[in-house]
RNA sequence: GCCUCGAUGGCGGAAUUGGUAGACGCGCUGGAUUCAAAAUCCAGUUCUUUCGGGAGUGUGGGUUCGAUUCCCACUCGAGGUACCA
């Protein structure tokens, strides 16, 4: 009796499937019996993006470690809830559309169906009742749904959350806007309720734009005309459009953004109390970027109505200006330049503007910039101040000035050297001819006025209360966080559920949702620019029947335009783990039931890339669904781990230049060759090349000549037989080749298919089966780190899990005695329990498999065939192996799943020890062991150990200084 | 530049609060079984050695009876971020 991957594995995933094993109940709505009973718990995955590539080994690494926890909490009593779906809308459909004329929902499609058959090929525990794919109109007819929320809402900062748009207008009737503190645009006109009540509709309705969680702003977007879209920052390189290299220009553009930075404070403070891995938190920290410091405003020379206004950090430094510099882009720049400097600044302006804003960025060891020849009034002092232009000042942050002080500022002090420019020292025994003094905690104050002799806190506190006095400025919080752009000039996105009439934007009722995205004839952008939906010729809105109508009826009195952009990737998928809780509610976006009983994510596994995307969105959605009362938790996801990623191992084969020969790896000293990706797949585990399917690969290499490791020439002779794996291979014999072989290079990079170090899980599970990949995916090292894929260390699990398969085997046949265990065999199954169970808590499963591996070989030592041990080890081997565990389960006499069975409980006593072999040091350094008694007393240790002949030889008559004993762990001799 | 993570045999990695460095697996070497192979099993495998031993966890210091583990300085690698005022 073998043990049959293929038919076990087979056999199981169609009893899960048939038997719903995984489903996981809603008990409040199912009212399945026994369920309610168990405390829930939720294991999430970060869901994937249905490329057309499909999965490679890298992606399931951490769907198995989530399945992994998932089946053991099944073990540990909990009703658990482990969904999956797609993120289906995104670029690469919409490309190949483009490319190929394809409706992307097709491509989609069928890219989901590669999908659902590689995950279920692997044995996850997923349920599948509750899938949700973000594409689908019955899904995103609630991520239009939140839209609306958030357009119905305002952020009050007196009551520190979110209230609908109805308690502002109710202020704004009552008293107007002056004591409103809201998040909101920068520049609102103060009204009292008088001018409120007088304004036009029109006029309400585009100020309360102004205060609403999303609302349309002109955002600075990079533009690519040739490509007709907005590019991200790293959709360009070297100023040029990454895809094409075509020109992009900055553009301003009216677009819905979320006004995220709302929350800037309660998304810093919420990390607090969630365990997600240190790292991500800094990065998020350091994203929201949060500040305090003032706003002051300097007067300009000569320009009475004029002012600059600059956030600083530093205003106790505020005696130490000598310059301002304005970001080129600046509106005042063109204002109060001088004649004699217009040319130089206008050539500079020019100059900038061709530069992208990540050259500038880059860019750090040129400094550069131009004199306005205006000046600036210290608002202090009265003292003249020289405006200087420079790029390293970005328009798009802060207020796009900085007031500059060199002594205290090392980007200032360059800036200032470099020009010439005044340094003013206003710092006490500092010494700053050769650098700036940036420690501002051990900063005194001194040429300053008001401020000398005080230390940074109290002149901070003392010029930020000045400056309010005085009335030119204000203490302020500033956070990096930009508000986040939500419109997308792309085809394959969610619509928006948004018409405009008279240039306004309308919300669509909600009960005429989902709005479906409508058919085009081509997924590029208009030839006027405008974003693909453009194209759609059925899409405008009949305010009467409120339907979807034909663009012809439009008159913008009935029928209005629908909105053209659709909602960028983060979209879908910033609130879906509170779908799955009730993914086919068609009458609310989760049910007050569902929620209240799966409260939150228990554990989220995902990668670290998504530190300041969808991590930071969904968390800021999150809140603001809690602030409406939606969910009962403003963080929705307890604990987080980051799976690392598995590289590839590449293979190089290495022509040389100009012939078509290739030497072996230990020859390319000898010749100027030129490395080569292979496909890895011709290569076995000893690095060395199949020849053969080498040559077949590509026509180029037919009649190439190959060199071996000892320079004989590969003789092309073929014979049949089996590769490495012991598949049938055409493969030449050594005989043939005089022993000699063809080496690869290898070189560990990112798995991709471009560099063919891809691997499939599928090639995986045909040839060793998914609880092989599934254990071996978890041995190649620690969840959390990156790691190299090298699938010939597969056969130690393939061999492991034969192995324990064997255990249960007698003469061919199934079975187990039910004889009493001997101590021996209790102590490793119970050492085995101990163990595994501290690794699954702290998600390291790597040496949970070791452990399975060192139980199986203690146990096939002792022969062990007893129920007694072999029945709990099925059990535990489970979460890991669920297959070949549930074949063990059947084969044992059970009818049900082992999925559901209680975890084996650890009992201490069978590891309790009565001797221990003491390891005894000389200075460290371990020499030789002792077996002792584990109830002797330090005084008896040492008599032994003294006594004893090998301790004597070491010393060899010295007398020790010092004798160390920890009883149960070490003896250290010193001397 | 800054932030984060990492560096242990030929390779992936283990060593849970400072206590036997190299568990487990791959690979490799030798052997058993076999007509042969696959599979399986057994033994060995950090380096070095005059076979007594000696050295050894990126480098250099430090704390300690004892450091892969803690502290300081540095080198290299990976990822992220970026003249952030």
Redesign the pocket.
Known sequence: MEYNFREIEAKWQQYWAKNQTFKAENPALSGVEGVSDKPKFYVLDMFPYPSGAGLHVGHPLGYIASDIYARYKRHKGFNVMHPQGYDSFGLPAEQYAIQTGQHPAITTEANIATYRKQLDEIGFSFDWSREVRTSDPTYYKWTQWIFIQLFNSWYNKTSDKAEDISTLISIFEAEGNANVKAACDDEIEIFTAETWKNYSEEEKQTILLKYRLTFLSETEVNWCPALGTVLA??EIVNGVSERGGHTVVRKKMKQWSMRITAYAQRLLDGLAKIDWP??LK??QT??I?R?E?AMVDFKVDGFENDKIS?????PDTIFGVSFM?L?PEHELVSKITTPDQKEAVEAYVKATAKRS??E?????K???GVFTGAYALHPFTGEKVQIWI??????????????AVPCG?E?DYAFAKHFGIEIINIFEGVDISEEAFTDKENSVIANSDFLNGLPYKKAMKTIIYEIEKRGFGYGKI?Y?LRDAVFSRQRYWGEPFPVYYKNGLPQMIDKQYLPIVLPEVEKYLPTEDGKPPLGNATTWAWDTNTNTIVSNDLIDNVTVCPLELNTMPGWAGSSSYFNRYMDPQNSEEFVSKEAVEYWQDVDLYIGG??H??GHLLYSRFWQKFLFDKGIVPTDEYAKKLINQG?ITGTSAFVYRVEGENKFVSKGLIKDYKVQPIHADVSFVN??DELDVEAFKNWREEYNDAIFIGENGKVLSPTLSK??G???ENKVLLLEEDLGGDKYIVGREVE?MSKSKYNVVNPDQICEEYGADSLRLFEM????L?????W?T??I??????L??LWRLYIVNDEFAVSNEEPSAEELKTLHKTI??VE??IA?F?F??S??TF??AV?EL??LKCNKRAILEPLAIIIEPYAPHIAEELWHKLGHSTSVSNVDFPIFEPKYLVESS??Y?V?F?????F?IELPLDLSVKQIEDIIMAHEKTQEQLQGRTPK?V?I?PG??I?I?G
């Not at 500038?360 to 750090?364: E, L, S, Y």
């Not at 056969?795 to 492991?800: A, D, E, L, N």
């Open positions: 920052n790293d240190q790292p800094d990065s350091y994203w970027g500040s410091g600059v956030f600083t950090t530093r510099t970001a804003e990540l500038r960025m880059a860019d750090v040129t400094i550069s420079g790029d390293y000042v970005l328009a798009g942050y802060g207020t796009g000035a900085v007031m500022d980007r500033n990096r670290s890339e530190a300041t990623m585990g000893s037989g089996k490495a794996n012991g990112k041995f190649l090292g620690p959390e780190q990156s790691k190299p090298k010939s260390g056969s130690g699990v393939y061999s492991f034969k192995k101990k163990k501290e690794d702290n390291s790597n040496t498999v070791s591996m060192i070989n096939t030592a221990k072999e390891p040091s200075n460290g350094k371990m020499r062991k010092k160390i920890v762990k070490i250290n010193v």
